[in-house]
């Protein structure tokens, strides 16, 4: 079962939000330093960040369809 309070959904969701931008900054920061894995790291991190906005979408929509 889901707790219909909002707060909770969104407590959820920013700290993998967080952890996707981390991603996405590391990538950057070595795209712009010319190392290795910086696409890669820009990839995952944005892919990781859709996850959560899907998450997102996905128990917004569940939640109102309950109430």
């Not at 991603?23 to 890669?40: F, P, R, S, T």
């Amino acid at each position: 079962m889901v707790p219909t309070d909002p707060q909770f959904l969104y407590m959820i969701l920013v700290l993998p939000s967080m952890f996707g931008l981390t991603l996405v900054g590391d990538g950057l920061n070595k795209v712009a330093h010319q190392e290795a894995g910086g696409v890669i790291s820009i990839v995952f991190g944005i892919l990781f960040i859709g996850a959560v906005v899907f998450a997102y979408l996905f128990f917004s929509n569940y939640l109102a369809s309950q109430a």
